[in-house]
């Protein structure tokens, strides 16, 4: 990890992908939305500390607030921020390490998009409402086996990150100067 | 500018999801929906009472445990999909800001009390546990069917157990924690299954319709005490209609199959003792009044033009009928005539015709099909 935020370039690329993982992630859950036509402001739930952790998917939580920008709403769930946020600091760094392995292509062997491939279960795990609504744009039939997929949809796309996340740190060479 | 939605990323991404799933073998996907101890609004479940529930006869294509075998998990938990228990109405001339008068709201009338459920706010929650005219109720929902129905729910209220059967929504009760499928309302589970709950009609209407028809009418607004992305629907949309409730797939499979429509038809389904029908709705919408027997009793379905929906008759003096012209179904002759239907010569509204009326439901031709595969179909 010091690795990928020990440098400005690598470190730019972490925070980076790391906010764009988390946007694409509660867009995904159906946390984060296009909404427009609707005032800005902040609608807080009754009881927000009781409903922080009611469970609305395999591991997806109710949001507590609804905050409107006027251009997009976000429902507020401070444990699915907390999840996306794990994983998508997982895939920045992974991108970063990555983006490291392209800069020094003889100290790796290994071809970049590894970490952004093991990301994509984890942005899958998303679901909403009565059934996993992802499988609707997919067009896949919720079968007894998909769905158990589903489940493990997160912890199988954090396992890979930190998989991928250990192959790479081995790969690299900090002290071998960039190659332009 | 191209715009790229969530669907359109999800389906993208989609491969590399079906390649993961293909890797892992089955498990019991019902293990992880939990138990049913915590329901939202805090209720301890200590009641003994259930809902109150009527001796009636209904058609049943399968027993109860092989109900209870087909049963699978959506994905929520318990009361993950959680049902509004403190629902907040507004007047019809101050409608909630997102109501098109084109979008679809369930409507009910009872004992004068006239409230509408929109759509909209019922596809985030499934059930409403309110009380009508001071009777305790609920009103129901399943979006993957297409179905909205009422119950009588006594003392206990319903959750959404997060289970489906058919496709379709299976409720608990929070006294007992018993399952009962929507559609067949029937209990499936516990000691000596098959109680009936009592239901009043729903009709699936849309806002412009109801409001029309019932100008004194109440409407639900979307401060349920949650936060949902209230005018989004997750599966598509009714106004116009998309996504999942255009096409032609299924999420989840029935429990059988038929062909002889489109499995997204919808049609106007009754079952009774006499047996199961299903009305294909345009069908109704086009011929107004069609007769039909079943389990060899007289029947007539009519058509309800300002609220575009349907009602089913039987052979059988009207509850609230003196008596001092009675009709009988089996010889009465019925037309149409601007709006009302025209029995032997007198005329009356669709919705009060001199008959024994039935309770039926909009449903998906698959859903119907699928729990009821005796069914007669007029298409």
Redesign the interface.
């Known amino acids: 990890m010091r690795l990928a935020i020990g440098r400005r370039d690598s470190a730019a690329v972490v925070a980076a992908v790391t906010v764009g993982y988390l946007l ?1 992630y509660l ?2 859950t ?1 946390d984060l ?1 296009l ?1 427009t036509g609707v005032a800005p402001g902040v ?1 807080v ?2 009881d927000p500390l009781g ?1 922080l952790f ?5 591991a997806s939580f ?5 905050v409107d920008t006027g251009i997009v ?1 976000l ?2 769930s401070p444990v699915n921020v907390a999840i996306g946020a794990i994983v998508a600091g997982l895939v920045g760094i992974n991108l970063g390490m990555t983006y490291l392995a392209v800069r020094r292509p003889t100290a790796c062997g290994i071809g970049a998009g590894s970490g952004l ?1 093991a990301s ?2 984890a ?2 795990s998303g ?27 997160l912890p ?1 796309g954090v396992a890979l990150l930190l998989a991928s996340l250990a192959y790479v740190a081995t790969k690299i060479d900090p002290g071998r100067p960039i190659e332009s | 500018m191209v715009q790229i939605d969530r669907r359109s990323l999800l389906g993208a991404l989609g491969v590399g999801m079906s390649s993961v799933s293909g890797c892992l073998g089955s498990s019991d996907v019902g293990a992880e929906s939990g138990s049913i101890t915590d329901s939202s609004d805090g209720s301890t479940g200590s009641a003994v009472e259930g809902p109150p529930t009527v001796g009636r006869s209904l058609p049943a294509a399968y027993t109860a445990a092989e109900l209870e075998a087909a049963t699978r998990s959506g994905g929520p938990p318990p009361d993950g999909i959680p049902a509004i228990e403190d629902p907040q109405f507004a007047e019809a001339t101050d409608p909630p800001a997102l109501l098109d008068g084109g979008d679809p709201v369930f409507g009910v009338v009872l004992d004068g009390e006239a409230k509408a459920y929109p759509q909209s706010v019922l596809v985030w929650h499934e059930i409403v546990n309110d009380a009508i005219a001071g009777t305790p109720v609920s009103v129901t929902y399943c979006p993957l069917t297409g179905t909205a129905q009422g119950f009588y729910r006594g003392e206990t209220t319903f959750g959404v157990s997060g289970q489906l059967i058919n496709a379709n929504l299976v409720m608990f009760d929070r006294a007992t924690e018993e399952w009962w499928p929507q559609m067949l309302a029937t209990r499936i589970t516990g000691d000596d299954p098959g109680d009936h709950l009592e239901e009043f009609r729903v009709v699936w209407t849309t806002w412009e319709r109801w409001r029309s028809a019932h100008p004194e009418t109440v409407v639900l607004t979307d401060d349920t005490g949650f936060a949902r992305n209230y005018g989004s629907d997750p599966y598509g949309g009714y106004n116009p209609r998309s996504g999942y409730y255009a096409g032609g797939s299924f999420l989840f499979p029935p429990l059988t199959e038929d062909n002889r429509l489109a499995p997204k038809t919808v049609v106007i389904g009754m079952r009774s003792a006499n047996g199961a029908v299903a009305v294909r709705k345009e069908t109704l919408r086009e011929e107004r009044v069609i007769e039909f027997d079943l389990g060899g009793v007289r029947h007539a379905a009519v058509y309800d033009e300002p609220l575009d929906t349907g009602y089913v008759y039987r052979s059988g003096d009207a509850p609230e009928s003196d008596g001092t012209d009675s009709v009988d179904l089996e010889t009465a002759t019925l037309s149409w005539e601007d709006g009302d239907v025209v029995v032997d010569g007198a005329v009356h509204a669709p919705d009060s015709l001199p008959f024994e009326r039935e309770i039926v439901f909009d449903a998906m031709w698959f859903a119907w099909y699928g729990y009821y595969p005796m069914t007669d179909l007029h298409r």
């Open positions: 694409a867009w995904a159906g939305s909404r609608l739930i009754d409903r009611a469970r609305t998917g395999p109710g949001a507590i607030a609804t709403r429902l507020l491939l994509v279960p942005l899958l679901t909403v409402c009565c059934g996993p609504v992802v499988l609707l744009a997919i067009g896949v039939q919720a079968t007894a086996v998909v769905l158990t997929a589903f489940v493990w949809l199988i």
